[in-house]
């Protein structure tokens, strides 16, 4: 069974700060791999996807994420986060065939102070 | 951009209550979903449904609950009998390689 493992649970961070949360997930074959964002009271947004090829995926809003295979992980980066960043982020993964259901990790809660 | 929507926002039900939980998907999308967040734990896989008949189902989707498309727009998650512990964000989310969800309902069982 797939399983996420969102290790950090809060994070406070100053503006203009380098962020990076981390991602480890736990799965037999190849999986396709998503960062998905919550800001306060609004819907689950999607960031970034890996599907395949180039490892470094860039999304939304400055993010960009990592594919390690050996290291079974999809760590989360931005470089200077802004107050605007702050909200619930969730890593997920599917296996590759599609059409399959969404595996999520805890989430880790950013807090960006001003 | 299309969106999926969700209503209501908010549901209100007393214990023992059946539940309606409506869900208009993106318009060329096929496959839809079924997820549920109980507050301050991760988002839980419930049901995926394509071609009118679910494909996947986890073990918390048991009896008490079914799913339907019963026009061409509307995907419906039905819980017949709720009880206190199904107090959680229900979120139907649809798509095929990317999944885009819906504002979620909160569901309050009382």
């Known amino acids: 069974a797939q399983s996420v493992s969102q290790h950090n649970h809060h994070v406070i961070l100053s503006e203009a700060a380098s962020l990076e949360l981390g991602c480890n997930y736990s799965?037999?074959?190849?999986?396709?791999l998503f960062w998905y964002v919550q800001y306060p009271g609004q819907h689950l947004q999607l960031l970034l996807k890996y599907f395949s090829g180039d490892p470094l995926v860039k999304g939304i809003k400055g993010f960009e994420a990592e594919f390690i295979k050996s290291k079974f992980s999809f760590n989360l980066r931005k470089p200077s986060v802004q107050w605007s960043d702050t909200a619930e982020y969730f890593c997920?993964?599917?296996?590759?065939?599609?059409?399959?259901?969404?595996?999520f990790g805890t989430g880790t809660r950013l807090t960006i102070i001003p | 951009e299309p969106e999926v929507t969700q209503t209501p926002s908010h549901q209100v039900t007393q214990m023992g209550q059946e539940v309606i939980l409506r869900c208009v998907p993106i318009s060329n999308h096929l496959y839809f979903y079924w997820y549920r967040q109980i507050l301050g734990q991760k988002v839980e896989f419930l049901v995926s449904f394509y071609n009118n008949e679910i494909s996947e189902k986890s073990e918390i989707f048991d009896d008490q609950f079914s799913v339907e498309r019963p026009d061409g727009s509307n995907f419906t998650l039905k819980i017949r009998s709720t009880k206190l512990e199904d107090s959680a964000m229900y979120f139907c989310?649809?798509?095929?390689?990317?999944?885009?969800f819906g504002p979620g309902t909160r569901l309050t069982v009382t």
């Open positions: 799965y037999g074959g190849t999986v396709n």
């Open positions: 997920a993964v599917t296996s590759n065939f599609g059409n399959e259901k969404l595996t």
């Open positions: 989310a649809s798509g095929d390689y990317e999944q885009y």
